[in-house]
């Protein structure tokens, strides 16, 4: 096998192993996408429109059930990409407000740090 050819493979092998990947990833968001949306709900009821949530604090709480021994969990930004995204829909949805810097942003445009907090505050 020559090295083009062994690279080629390499590279195929790579796609392979990378799109499923992408479907899971996806999959693992739909299936949360009921309890995430109910946590950013809840929390962003809870705190007011006034003032607003980090999506992190969802993701611990989405965490909180898989601690052992009293240790906090390790594993929460592991939530952090699905909480964005269900963060994204709830916005475009009018649900929530979506901040960036203090001010609200398009569901289109985030970007970065975010911070969410429920309709209502001017």
Do not use: F, Y
């Amino acid at each position: 096998m020559t090295a083009m050819t062994a690279m080629t493979a390499m590279t195929a092998m790579t796609a392979m192993t990378l799109a499923p990947s992408a479907a899971l990833r996806q999959s693992l968001v739909m299936n949360k996408a009921p309890r995430i949306e109910a946590e950013i709900l809840a929390q962003t009821s809870a705190r007011g429109s006034d003032k607003s949530i980090c999506p992190s604090e969802v993701a611990r709480a989405l965490s909180e059930g898989q601690s052992t021994e009293g240790q906090p969990p390790q594993d929460w930004r592991q939530h952090m990409h699905a909480v964005r995204q269900e963060a994204i829909r709830l916005a475009k949805a009018g649900r929530i407000e979506i901040l960036r810097k203090g001010k609200p942003v398009e569901p289109g445009e985030v970007r970065g740090v975010i911070r969410l907090r429920s309709r209502g505050a001017a």
